[in-house]
């Protein structure tokens, strides 16, 4: 069950909005990483245009190559990774920001020895029908 705080403000409005990560459903994601959703506008009731989510692939694991139509940008939280976006590639690790443009093909590699987590904006808010995911096949990512 979410715990949601609200604070009230003079005219009854909500001023503060708290969701708990620990509170929000975990589920396997489209591109196969385990996702819980923090914050979205079609759902929360907040005036913000993007959605705001939590993500974890495993150790030795990697994301599945999909495009959104929407920029996204990730948060790194903890763990290592190789980003992949389009034909480039980086390591990531605690603290780094990765900028995802629209139509971008993108995966993630969890290159340590731990999981790696780190949070997702999607801007506009995320949508399913915005999202393409490239190879539907587990095992062809083994």
Not at 5 to 14: A, L, M, N, T, W
Not at 102 to 127: K, S
């Amino acid at each position: 069950m979410q715990r949601l705080v609200y604070e009230y403000g003079f005219f009854g409005r909500p001023i503060m909005f708290i969701k708990k990560l620990d509170d929000c459903a975990e589920f396997i994601a489209g591109d196969n990483s385990i996702l819980r959703e923090i914050l979205h506008p079609a759902k929360d009731d907040v005036q913000v245009r993007c959605s705001l989510a939590h993500a974890k692939v495993r150790r030795g694991q990697k994301t599945k190559p999909h495009k959104l139509k929407t920029s996204e940008v990730y948060f790194i939280l903890s763990g290592t990774g190789l980003m992949h976006i389009d034909e480039e590639y980086c390591e990531v690790n605690p603290l780094c920001v990765v900028y995802i443009p629209p139509h971008a093909t993108q995966y993630i590699e969890n290159m340590g020895v731990a999981d790696l987590d780190f949070i997702c904006i999607v801007d506009p808010a995320w949508r399913k029908e915005d999202e393409e995911v490239l190879i539907t096949d587990i095992s062809s990512m083994l």
